[in-house]
C-alpha cells in the first residue's frame, strides 16, 4: 500500500492516518459487495480502535444490525502475515487486516 503521508488534526494534535484494508472472511464478507473494507485509523490504533471503527461503519451503513455487530464483536484478526493477533496489537503502517468470524454455532 501508498505509505504517502496522510494527516487529521484535532485541535492542537496532528495524527498520522492509517489505511487498512481489511479482508473479510466468512460471514463478516456481508459487509461490503467486494472482498475486502478500506479504513482510515489514526497511527498506533490497537484492534480494539478497528474493532470500534468497524461497529460504527455498521450502526452507519446497516442501521446497527445487531447479527452484523455480534459478527464484529466476536471475531478474532490476523496480520498480514497470517498470525492471529491481540486486541492491543498496534496499527503502525498501512497494511492489510483479516476478520475471522466464529464458524458454526456454538
Do not use: H, W
Not at 85 to 95: A, F, G, V
Request: aromatic letters at 8%; hydrophobic letters at 35%; one cysteine or more.
Amino acid at each position: 500500500m501508498d505509505q504517502s503521508r496522510r494527516f487529521t488534526q484535532v485541535p492542537g494534535k496532528y495524527f498520522l492516518i492509517m489505511k487498512i484494508k481489511l479482508e473479510l472472511f466468512g460471514a463478516s464478507r456481508d459487509l461490503s459487495n467486494k472482498d475486502f473494507l478500506e479504513l482510515n485509523l489514526k497511527n498506533k490504533s490497537s484492534i480494539k480502535d478497528l474493532r470500534e471503527k468497524i461497529i460504527n461503519y455498521v450502526d452507519q451503513k446497516f442501521k446497527g444490525n445487531e447479527n452484523l455487530r455480534k459478527i464484529i464483536e466476536t471475531s478474532a484478526f490476523c496480520s498480514e502475515d497470517n498470525n492471529i493477533i491481540s486486541e492491543n496489537y498496534q496499527i503502525d503502517k498501512d497494511q492489510k487486516i483479516g476478520i475471522i468470524p466464529p464458524i458454526g454455532g456454538g
